[in-house]
């Protein structure tokens, strides 16, 4: 469970990190898992259902920036999205009835990890209310030189929804830096050990520099909800599959309305795909690459 001043630094800054969530033998045991994927990519060339690949991919030097769904490829990563411990903190922000979205696992390998530039994840997914939080799992220590995620403090509660589109009109999933919309001056890191977890606001603008260090940052990242927040954009597996994704407590059929600010992510945006993807679409960018 969250302490009171754990829960009051979250409503101000918008995320927290909490240490010690996960032991070392469930660390060590993602670890050996995700090194596993990252092997077996020498056999893709090219993005899958399971792999979203660094642009400069080779099978001679496999380069993973993101497991898609991970929780749905091996037991290790899908034994998290009901964590005691990860399932406890979100109750202590939300109450007993907690359901999953999805997941991803961002791997920011030495020397080479892709930018993430800043967003709200809400930009992607506005529901009926804004009890929504991304989980981070560090199977690294996140420190300022490997591409921590970065959260600009009191985002989350900005009156709008900070504009998510390209030049062309579409949706793209990042926010222009030089419309100035907030300050990113003001940015800061969410570091710690491996084994510790963040929780970030849905609104909470964030986003992460490449990773230029010898050290690797694997973020295994859980999208949770409030059971009575309901997706604006439906849930076309119907209602039998979004109930299955309740972790803890129980269902209902009342959608809690909250006076949030939304701005659908539409039209698409035109590469479509992860995150990395849908930034393409951004003319001025934050972050530089990293060198190759």
């Not at 972790?247 to 909250?258: D, E, F, H, I, K």
Request: proline share 8%; with cysteine; glycine share 8%.
């Amino acid at each position: 469970m969250l302490t009171e001043a754990q829960k009051a630094e979250y409503d101000r800054v918008g995320a927290i990190v909490v240490p010690d969530v996960l032991s070392a033998a469930e660390i060590a045991e993602l670890r050996a898992v995700t090194d596993g994927f990252v092997e077996r990519a020498r056999q893709v060339t090219a993005h899958d259902a399971i792999y979203d690949l660094e642009d400069s991919h080779t099978p001679q030097q496999p380069r993973v920036r993101r497991i898609k769904a991970p929780h749905l490829h091996h037991e290790a990563y899908g034994r998290l999205v009901r964590h005691p411990g990860i399932v406890a903190c979100l109750q202590s922000l939300w109450g007993p009835d907690i359901r999953f979205d999805t997941a991803k696992l961002n791997l920011k390998s030495a020397g080479f990890g892709a930018a993430v530039e800043w967003h709200q994840d809400w930009a992607f997914y506005p529901h009926t209310n804004d009890d929504l939080a991304a989980v981070g799992v560090t199977m690294d220590d996140m420190e300022l030189e490997n591409g921590p995620l970065l959260i600009i403090p009191g985002s989350h509660k900005d009156p709008v929804v900070h504009d998510h589109h390209g030049e062309d009109g579409c949706f793209c999933g990042a926010m222009d830096p030089s419309k100035k919309e907030v300050d990113y001056g003001a940015a800061v890191p969410l570091t710690g050990k491996a084994g510790s977890i963040t929780i970030h606001h849905v609104r909470a603008v964030h986003g992460s520099a490449p990773n230029t260090s010898n050290r690797d940052r694997r973020l295994l990242l859980f999208q949770f909800r409030a059971a009575d927040a309901w997706p604006l954009l439906g849930f076309p597996e119907g209602i039998e599959a979004y109930d299955r994704l309740m972790v803890a407590g129980t269902p209902g059929l009342s959608p809690r309305l909250a006076p949030v600010p939304v701005r659908l992510p539409l039209p698409p945006a035109g590469k479509q795909g992860s995150i990395y993807e849908n930034q393409k679409g951004l003319k001025n960018r934050f972050f530089a690459a990293a060198a190759e």
